[in-house]
């Protein structure tokens, strides 16, 4: 992969990570964790008067000491009520959800008596509950809410956290690339502008028997468009031919002897036919997505130039001054301030897709890193990541490799009976295998496959559903491993919570691992704005490249897609093959869909492409992780894991679920699945819902601390029962839940919470990127 100048460095980078054995790690992982302290939630933490003790000492619960609140829940918002005048609180607010700072802003300058709510006081209250449960127990990855952190991997140095002095965080911020390309947009309405550009074939247009057709990957089923009409005149049909990407249209008008108004006119018709992409187009993927416009405007000559490095030199003027503001007063003037100029430029509102989780609502995105001076992960983790994980990798992927194989067969044997050893074209095998009914074949096998599939984890998770705990040795972990066929390449991202009270804990090796998510998935160190926030981006970027590289013998690329969700930069790594989108990959390094074919080796399915030989996908170009097992695209694709409810085979018919813990690392915690109860009424903050959470929650035998999450929330809330503005949360999302509720014990729980900075304890996660090859075939 990649130009090749940049392999010694990375191969020499590898060295410091755990590469023993057939899984390898980065020499680098991220810590993900939370803009506020733990310490904030259990300051919400009041005494009932019903929880009075007849004798002995008052419960832990009540760490707030003293005798019981006579108003618990009016103690409770007093007190969150402190949080919320924090101006770092209202800043995280304001970068999250402008509209939801307005609120708590304007509510806070009310000076709201917390023993006289209102119902729009209620509502406020449970707005700034909502936003601390996430700052403080979740490990968002947005400004404050959760600043991450590079941490080495180092196997000769003890586990090392060296907090420095207090300092600011380090904060990037860029445009997201809906604002980039609105401003793109902008400019290419000018024709003066437009004649610099170069119009391009799109790579999804493909040509059958003299029609043109663009394939639809952003649809599912993938299908052929036929909207796409072929050149009508002459002078189209040459225009067409020379569309390379780099022609400009100045340079199409001279070459063809036409005049350059007339040469806009048709580039433009072809255009809007869909032949062509006529127009200042975007990049996908770029953490500076603002920068080929800059660099194209810098090409400008004359007044037109002049005005665009103007207009784009003022859009990041008040960029950088929103990054570098001093105050949450400077920063909301200077994000209104970048808005106005924005909306000035585009005629486009600064904000959209409000409410939608994984949309980028604002023009533009912001992370940050912790100021802390070094984190080493050394040598009781370097050994837990060597010896360890990699064991349980291997039983977490054991379904996820049985559902390939029968697909990867199954897809096989359809294109050797449909297409008798031809090359064919990418587009032909989605149509033909459309219109065998393919893809319902594969979602049936699958199915099966996830009810009845080998998975020895399953096996003892549902053996043990009537007990709180299940525990297994590591040779029994080792065993089970062996008879794993890992059979194919992965790359993955393992978040692993390391549960230990303190530093000195972990250094005696006497920490636990609680698994979060394992993703098989593209790269989850190279996304966002992470690698931006890296201290030796180059040198990282490169280590990663040498340990894809090596993974096999093909080329494994990155899918380029029409950007519709959340922010997808990524490091620019791996080499691209636009299906939508386009690639900032430079000639040798991308391909084109529409040129791509498949055919088959050996009884092997093979994806070619002419600039980038053979390819392999970090993912499938398509709009939806569901659609994946209906599609032809799992031969492909490496091991594969969405989320976590790929690790195990289907237990929504089991009610409880034990925690299971092998060797040290727990692998499932334990879980409850509760119906929904009957519609009625609510009224916020009111006495009888904590009173009937809590029963509840003794009816189930919760925790006091857990994770709950409903069906059609992204994302799940935090509960201390002990708090009642979270308890009213749960509460209301429980009256209004229209599926089955699933509750999660916390862990590390509040005791193991290992990362404590100069504000407090902290919620935190590892992130590791492991990367594995295909194995060896079995003998026999």
């Not at 890193?369 to 992960?377: A, I, M, S, T, Y």
């Not at 809590?694 to 994302?715: C, H, I, N, T």
């Not at 509720?741 to 919620?763: K, N």
Request: proline content about 8%; some cysteine; overall charge negative.
């Amino acid at each position: 992969m990649g130009d090749g100048t940049d392999i010694p460095e990375a191969r020499a980078a590898v060295s410091g990570a755990a590469t023993e054995g057939p899984w390898r790690t980065a020499g680098w992982a991220l810590v993900k964790s939370t803009g506020f302290p733990y310490e904030l939630l259990e300051d919400l933490r009041v005494l009932d008067p019903a929880d009075r003790h007849t004798g002995g000492e008052a419960p832990e619960a009540a760490v707030a000491g003293g005798p019981p609140d006579a108003d618990p829940i009016a103690e409770c918002v007093r007190r969150l009520l402190r949080t919320c005048a924090d101006p770092r609180f209202l800043e995280a607010v304001l970068l999250s959800s402008r509209g939801a700072y307005e609120r708590l802003h304007h509510w806070l300058r009310t000076d709201p008596d917390p023993s006289r709510l209102r119902s729009a006081d209620r509502r406020r209250v449970l707005l700034a509950a909502m936003y601390l449960q996430r700052m403080c127990a979740k490990n968002e990855s947005t400004s404050f809410f959760g600043p991450i952190a590079w941490a080495r991997i180092d196997p000769d140095e003890p586990f090392r956290f060296d907090l420095g002095e207090p300092a600011p965080v380090r904060l990037t911020t860029a445009w997201t690339h809906w604002a980039a390309q609105a401003i793109a947009d902008v400019m290419s309405a000018d024709p003066e502008v437009l004649a610099e550009v170069a119009p391009r074939v799109p790579p999804n247009l493909v040509e059958r028997d003299g029609r043109q057709f663009a394939v639809r990957y952003d649809r599912w089923p993938i299908t052929l468009d036929e909207r796409a009409e072929p050149p009508r005149t002459a002078a189209e049909r040459a225009l067409f031919a020379r569309c390379d990407g780099r022609t400009t249209a100045a340079e199409l008008a001279a070459a063809e002897g036409l005049d350059l108004g007339r040469t806009l006119d048709l580039l433009r018709a072809l255009d809007r036919r869909g032949s062509v992409r006529f127009g200042l187009t975007v990049p996908v993927g770029l953490i500076d997505p603002l920068r080929p416009l800059t660099e194209f405007a810098a090409r400008l000559s004359g007044p037109v130039g002049r005005r665009w490095r103007g207009v784009l030199a003022e859009l990041e003027l008040r960029r950088r001054r929103f990054r570098e503001a001093p105050s949450l007063a400077a920063r909301r003037e200077a994000l209104s301030a970048v808005g106005r100029t924005f909306t000035e430029v585009t005629g486009a509102a600064a904000d959209k897709d409000a409410g939608r989780h994984y949309a980028d609502r604002s023009i533009l995105v912001e992370d940050g890193r912790f100021p802390w001076p070094r984190v080493d992960l050394g040598r009781p983790l370097h050994r837990y990541l060597t010896d360890e994980a990699p064991v349980l990798l291997d039983l977490l992927f054991e379904l996820s490799l049985a559902r390939r194989r029968r697909l990867v067969a199954e897809i096989t044997q359809w294109f050797a009976d449909t297409f008798a050893g031809q090359s064919v074209p990418l587009e032909s095998v989605l149509v033909a295998a459309e219109e065998a009914g393919l893809g319902a074949r594969l979602r049936k096998l699958d199915d099966r496959t996830r009810m009845d599939g080998p998975s020895a984890l399953t096996d003892r998770l549902r053996a043990g559903a009537d007990r709180p705990r299940v525990r297994l040795d590591m040779d029994w972990a080792k065993g089970a491993a062996a008879e794993v066929d890992f059979d194919t390449w992965c790359v993955a991202g393992a978040d692993l919570f390391v549960a230990a009270p303190d530093e000195a804990a972990i250094n005696a090796d006497t920490f636990t691992v609680v698994v979060g998510e394992v993703h098989g998935l593209h790269d989850q160190l190279l996304q966002g704005l992470w690698p931006a926030l890296h201290p030796d981006r180059a040198g990282f970027e490169a280590e990663i490249g040498a340990l894809i590289e090596g993974l096999t013998d093909a080329r494994i690329c990155d899918p380029v897609l029409a950007h519709g969700r959340k922010t997808l930069a990524r490091a620019e790594v791996l080499p691209e093959v636009e299906f939508l989108g386009t690639s900032p990959r430079p000639p040798g390094r991308v391909g084109r869909a529409a040129d791509l074919r498949v055919r088959l080796d050996g009884g092997e399915l093979v994806l070619e492409c002419p600039t980038l030989g053979r390819i392999l996908l970090t993912r499938p170009p398509l709009p939806s992780w569901g659609d994946e097992v209906e599609s032809i695209f799992t031969p492909f694709t490496g091991a594969r894991l969405v989320g976590a409810e790929d690790m195990f085979r289907a237990l929504d018919d089991v009610p409880h679920l034990p925690r299971l813990t092998v060797g040290r690392t727990v692998v499932h915690r334990e879980t409850w699945r509760i119906p929904a109860p009957p519609p009625r009424s609510w009224s916020g903050l009111h006495p009888a819902n904590r009173t009937r959470m809590r029963r509840l929650r003794d009816r189930y035998g919760f925790p006091d601390q857990v994770y709950v999450r409903f069906a059609g929330e992204p994302k799940p809330i935090f509960v201390d029962f002990e708090v009642p503005v979270l308890v009213d949360l749960f509460s209301r999302h429980y009256d209004r839940a229209h599926g089955p509720i699933v509750v999660s014990e916390m862990l590390p729980g509040p005791a193991d919470l290992w990362l404590r900075d100069h504000a407090g304890r902290h919620t935190a996660e590892l992130r590791f990127g492991y990367y594995r090859g295909r194995a060896e075939e079995r003998s026999g």
